[in-house]
C-alpha cells in the first residue's frame, strides 16, 4: 500500500502521540505498538516502530545504567516531537535500525503474540 502525503502526515502524528502515551506511563509500550498503523511504507513510522521496540526489550540494561535509559528516552522525545508537525525523521536515526531488520512487523497477524513471535526472531540472543 502506497502512503499519501496527507496520510504520512497523519500516521506520523498519530505515532508522535502513541510514543507521548507510552513515556507518559498512559499506555504500555506493547498497546501502544499495538496502536501503530498497520501496513505503513513510511521509513520513518517504521524507525519509530522499532525505537518502541528497543525501549521495551532493553528494560534490564536501561535499570542498570540511568546514561542509557536517558538516551532512550530522548529519543523517543525528539521522535514524537519531529511527529508532531508530520516531519520525517533525520536520515541517520532511519538508517541506524535499517541493518537490523528484514522487513518491517507493521502487520500483525495473531495480536500480540504475533508482534513477540516476529520481534524475537529480530533479536539475535
Known sequence: MQDSGIDLIKQRQAVGNIIIAVLTEQ???KKGLLLFPKDCTDPSVQAAWHALCH????????AKDADYDNQQVELL????????DGNP???????AYKPYYKEIP???DGGLKGIVKKLFRYINF
Open 77 to 84: 522525545e525528539l521522535i514524537a516531537f519531529t511527529f508532531k
Open 27 to 29: 499506555i504500555s509500550v
Open 106 to 108: 507493521l502487520s500483525f
Open 89 to 95: 525523521l533525520p536520515q541517520n536515526i532511519i538508517d
Open 55 to 62: 525501549y521495551e526489550a532493553d528494560e534490564d540494561i536501561k
